[in-house]
T-cell receptor, first 113, second 110 residues
Framework: DAGVTQSPTHLIKTRGQHVTLRCSPI?????VSWYQQVLGQGPQFIFQ???????GRGNFPDRFSARQFPNYSSELNVNALLLGDSALYLC????????????FGPGTRLTVT | RKEVEQDPGPFNVPEGATVAFNCTYS??????FFWYRQDCRKEPKLLMS???SGNEDGRFTAQLNRASQYISLLIRDSKLSDSATYLC???????????FGGGTRLMVKP
């Protein structure tokens, strides 16, 4: 079975631009969570979606938004990029929403210049 | 105080050694606990969930101490392939958020 997939793998953007990251969960999983991981730190929770509804939000500015589609895939959008947004963005899927076991995709490495 | 704290290490151990990591959490109402493993520049992979009664998976044993608010991971008979960063993960409050510690780096030497 395919695991969690994310696209693109790498991305370079300029300050002020907008970016969209995509994630497809494991088949049968209905929940997707997004995390930001800065080098040398653990992942930080951004959002969780379950059945297309937002079920949790971390301490990130409104420049960050996300949505989940009927096929359970998800997009993370970041507007007005800052240098500090440079990080590895991880998507994790789980069978249902909540604080349960999550399985991560390979991530999208975003560099903002 | 951070919600989830880990000693960043690195822990340098010889092959075959037993090594243990602790992780402390600040919210006594935390319900879910996990250990993840992350290799350099890769995604975290679920190692094991941590149950109240403690649990074992091969060479790995996880324990939860609610009174002192810490979880532990014990690795027996360390292998070179165990070299990685081990992330402690806690659900610190009601809701769906998982909070990761900063990770403990383990290096197993021949």
């Amino acid at each position: 079975d395919a695991g969690v997939t994310q696209s693109p793998t790498h991305l370079i953007k300029t300050r002020g631009q907008h970016v969209t990251l995509r994630c497809s969960p494991i088949s049968g999983h209905k929940s997707v969570s997004w995390y930001q991981q800065v080098l040398g730190q653990g992942p930080q929770f951004i959002f969780q979606y379950y059945e297309k509804e937002e079920r949790g939000r971390g301490n990130f500015p409104d420049r960050f938004s996300a949505r989940q589609f009927p096929n359970y895939s998800s997009e993370l959008n970041v507007n007005a990029l800052l240098l500090g947004d440079s990080a590895l963005y991880l998507c994790a899927s789980s069978l249902q929403g909540g604080p349960y076991e999550q399985y991560f995709g390979p991530g999208t490495r975003l560099t903002v210049t | 105080r951070k919600e989830v704290e880990q000693d960043p290490g690195p822990f340098n151990v010889p092959e075959g050694a037993t090594v243990a990591f602790n992780c402390t959490y600040s919210n006594s109402a935390s319900q879910s606990f996990f250990w993840y493993r992350q290799d350099c520049r890769k995604e975290p992979k679920l190692l094991m969930s941590v149950y109240s009664s403690g649990n074992e998976d091969g060479r790995f044993t996880a324990q939860l101490n609610r009174a002192s608010q810490y979880i532990s991971l014990l690795i027996r008979d360390s292998k070179l392939s165990d070299s990685a960063t081990y992330l402690c993960v806690v659900n610190p409050r009601a809701g769906n958020m998982l909070t990761f510690g900063g990770g403990t780096r383990l290096m197993v030497k021949p």
